[in-house]
């Protein structure tokens, strides 16, 4: 049984600082996907991976997969309060079924 | 531009009344989802179904049932609303591993409240 976890489950974010968000997955899968969620919000696709050593960025926010150590990161950059949300990392089983994490809520002050 | 819709919105029901959920896309995605938010914890998927004629059971199905009336139709019903049910339930869409990746694109949401 394919089982995704992340942690933390909560990071309290200091505007300007560097951040990293860890999503392990149990059995081998070549498809990683990172999503937002805001409150009460529907989910927004951030990235997909797609392969080991995939590095994917956009903005603040930089995804990568080690599909070996079956871990992939969320590394946020010099936060600011827009990136408060809620980061759900899933991955797709043998039958193309995602398996999503907890997620990380994401609470950024000044 | 939505891609993805849900209707309704928001419900309120009271316990043992029937309701339906129901999701259309405009994406032309064969695979669609509908899955369950409980606060503070992830999605666990209560349906699926890869095209119109195929239509499989997820983690959490007991409670649910689905039709799928059309490639850009997939509704999701409660027989008989229990508290429990309360929950935030998503629809999503994908193309398919080779199209797409299998990148799952998710509706705006329906908030249930059963009473």
């Known amino acids: 049984e394919l089982k995704v976890e992340q942690n933390p489950l909560f990071l309290s974010m200091q505007e300007g600082k560097n951040y990293t968000i860890y999503c392990n997955y149990s059995?081998?899968?070549?498809?990683l996907y990172w999503y937002r969620q805001d409150p009460g919000k529907s989910l927004e696709s951030l990235f997909v991976?797609?392969?080991?050593?995939a590095v994917k960025q956009e903005g603040r926010l930089m995804a990568s997969l080690d599909t070996k150590a079956r871990l992939s990161t969320l590394h946020i950059t010099a936060a600011v309060h827009d990136l408060s949300a809620t980061y759900f990392c899933?991955?797709?089983?043998?039958?193309?079924?995602?398996?999503f994490g907890a997620g990380t809520q994401v609470v950024v002050t000044p | 531009d939505a891609d993805v819709t849900q209707t309704p919105r928001n419900r309120i029901t009271k316990t043992g009344k029937r309701i339906m959920l129901e999701c259309s896309q405009t994406?032309?995605?064969?695979?669609m989802y509908w899955y369950r938010q409980d606060p503070g914890l992830g999605l666990q998927l209560i349906y699926y179904?890869?095209?119109?004629?195929?239509?499989n059971k997820g983690e959490i199905s007991d409670g649910y049932s689905v039709s799928r009336q059309a490639q850009a139709k997939f509704s999701l019903s409660l027989e008989s609303a229990i508290p429990n049910q309360t929950a935030l339930y998503f629809c999503?869409?994908?193309?398919?591993?080779?199209?797409?990746?299998?990148?799952?694109?998710f509706g705006p949401g329906t908030r249930l409240t059963v009473l």
């Open positions: 999503a869409t994908s193309a398919g591993v080779i199209l797409s990746y299998n990148e799952q694109f």
């Open positions: 059995t081998t899968s070549d498809r």
């Open positions: 991976l797609l392969s080991n050593g």
């Open positions: 899933a991955v797709t089983d043998s039958w193309g079924k995602l398996q």
């Open positions: 994406k032309g995605h064969d695979r």
């Open positions: 179904s890869f095209d119109v004629k195929d239509i």
